[in-house]
């Protein structure tokens, strides 16, 4: 007879389990409750302790990342203090002898030449900001009056010893005729100064300069040879540390025509992860290579920076000929960059001109009365005159002028009577009662000390 615990029957499988097998069994799964109770409370433990541990590492990462900004704001500002005492001890008033101690063509064509400058006296140079230019008075043989122009220092400013500036030989303007001349100071350079020769040059200065304390990414564009303040900005980023995002935006016609290029991509390839170089050519040759010379066929336009940059969310550094100036600014406000957000050099009369919304008045369509003391003339001014320097040069009044973009301070002239409103921002504003006449509209009849 079999137990009454494994009571069977042939062909059935199934079994009455003893009260200690039942106890067993409840112990067993008491003891599984526990073991997923403590596995539950440790799990939440150690999710807790994890949270904790990630939310100090995140902390420290702050912290650490909030002290790098807070020294790299610390070392520019100990930077430019540094810089502000430099030029201040080193700066000069009026006119400084230079010697031309190197001369080197930078591209195939030979229409661009650098010029590398140093002291005649042997004196320390002041350091100026990544952008400005330094104003020429030159002697040029044949003419009457030293002529006055502005060129861009295209090296670092960290170079401390010796200026650069980088100057294209100017043809005639387009479509003009058979006999009007090239460009006379940029001829002269190119013609006639040799190494050892000696120029007179004013201090550095303008108000197109690289914002050295902002952090925000930029962008730098530049057509031809408006490569060089651009150049100078984009050098100073990688030379000074900068943890900023740049893009280098060059255009020119094909390689022919590229200088400076091996600058530009030594300071993109040796900071891959921060700055980026694209180069344009508008007309390439079938030597150029797309890809390898150049990374883009056409015109520099809004639509290019929109596929590389995505966003308008940085600052915009422009340079080059007035009209692609006058399209990029524009485009760029249209795609909603703030209008403080886009900085441009200005440098001659065709530059890209902001006129002021007082300037389109019915008051200026009517005119102003313009007395020039001096020269006894009384003229009529209306919006299609110019501006007063150009109003005086075609009543055969000569007054002394030189970047016509209010950059270089020639034209500086006291205003006995009336007012003036500019057409762009000075580079620096003359002392009151005097006026940049060639950036100048007046506010109403004038009388000016020429």
């Known amino acids: 007879m079999e137990p009454p615990s494994e009571r069977r029957r042939d062909g059935d499988f199934s079994f009455s389990a003893t009260d200690d097998e ?162 006379l100071s940029s001829s002269y350079f190119h013609d006639s100064l040799k190494e050892g020769d000696i120029v007179d040059v004013k201090a550095p200065a303008g108000g197109f300069y690289l914002d050295t304390a902002s952090e925000r990414p930029a962008v730098f564009i530049a057509g031809g040879i408006g490569l060089t303040p651009v150049l100078s900005m984009f050098k100073w980023l990688a030379e000074t540390g900068s943890r900023r995002t740049a893009w280098f935006f060059l255009a020119v016609r094909n390689g022919n025509d590229v200088a400076l290029r091996d600058e530009i991509n030594e300071v993109a390839s040796k900071n891959r992860q921060q700055f980026r170089a694209i180069t344009l050519y508008s007309d390439p040759t079938v030597q150029c290579v797309e890809g390898k010379d150049f990374d883009c066929r056409g015109f520099l336009n809004v639509d290019v920076l929109k596929r590389y940059l995505g966003t308008s969310n940085y600052e915009f550094y422009i340079c080059g000929p007035p009209p692609m100036m006058e399209a990029m600014v524009k485009a760029l406000s249209d795609w909603g960059a703030p209008e403080a957000d886009i900085h441009f050099e200005a440098f001659g009369p065709g530059s890209v001109k902001k006129v002021q919304k007082a300037e389109l008045g019915e008051a200026v369509s009517a005119g102003f009365k313009v007395q020039l003391a001096r020269s006894g003339k009384s003229l009529a001014w209306t919006k299609e005159a110019g501006t007063l320097l150009e109003l005086a040069e075609a009543n055969g009044v000569r007054i002394n002028s030189g970047c016509r973009a209010g950059n270089c301070g020639t034209c500086v002239t006291a205003v006995k009577q009336g007012g003036v409103n500019y057409l762009v921002k000075p580079a620096s504003v003359p002392a009151p009662g005097s006026a940049l006449l060639c950036i100048a509209h007046p506010a109403g009849d004038i009388v000016l000390d020429a």
Request: hydrophobic share 40%; proline share 8%.
């Open 22 to 183: 039942r106890q067993l069994v409840v112990v067993l799964v008491l003891q599984l409750c526990g073991i997923l109770i403590v596995g539950a409370v440790l799990l939440q433990a150690s999710i807790a302790l994890l949270s904790e541990v990630d939310h100090a590492t995140r902390k420290r990462r702050l912290d650490r990342r909030r002290l790098e900004i807070f020294k790299s704001q610390t070392d520019i500002l100990i930077r430019r203090a540094e810089t502000s005492r430099a030029h201040a001890a080193l700066t000069w008033s009026g006119k400084r002898k230079f010697r031309v101690v190197k001369r080197r063509v930078e591209n195939r064509t030979k229409d661009i030449c650098s010029f590398y400058l140093e002291p005649h006296d042997g004196g320390a140079l002041p350091p100026f900001l990544p952008g400005q230019f330094l104003t020429f008075e030159l002697n040029i043989p044949d003419h009457p009056v030293p002529v006055v122009r502005c060129y861009s220092l295209s090296d670092s400013p960290l170079v401390r010893h010796r200026y650069r500036v980088s100057i294209r030989r100017m043809g005639p303007p387009p479509k003009a005729g058979a006999d009007v001349p090239p460009g």
